[in-house]
């Protein structure tokens, strides 16, 4: 979810219910830490450089129960610091503690907020070496398979 699909959505949002992947709740006390403009600058597999620019919000849940962020607030909170930092329109990220500090993506299932998982993947698949994938034919779907027709 990019910067702008939240603060859209925020103004539509009565109430903020964040969930993790497993379908715990955030505690509905938490509070917005930190909110950073992340670039990263890299070099992949391939030799490639490329820069990513992100929205970081890190979340914290505390004793404070009776804490409640409202989108009116959080709003409020993002709108000031588009301004002071000039963050981009980009994806964001979130970090929430966890073992350690986990990091999210962001969605919405039209109803709450959900955190998504993360994962890596190689940005230079034809330049690393991997062989490529052959797609998966469904037999049945193919009816026979006569020898030179490419099904097996």
Known sequence: MKLSQLLELLHTTQDIQIYLPNGAMVPQHFHVTEVGHVTKSFIDCGGTVRKEDSISLQLWSATDYDHRLDPKKLTSILTATMSK????????????????????????????????????????????GLPSLKPKVIMKAIGSCAPGSGCC
């Open 85 to 128: 930092l000039q963050l981009p329109d980009a994806d964001i990220f979130v970090e929430f503690q966890g073992n350690t500090i986990e990091k999210y993506g962001l969605d919405h299932d039209g109803n709450r907020f959900l955190l998504t998982k993360t994962l890596t993947e190689c940005l230079a698949l034809d330049q690393c």
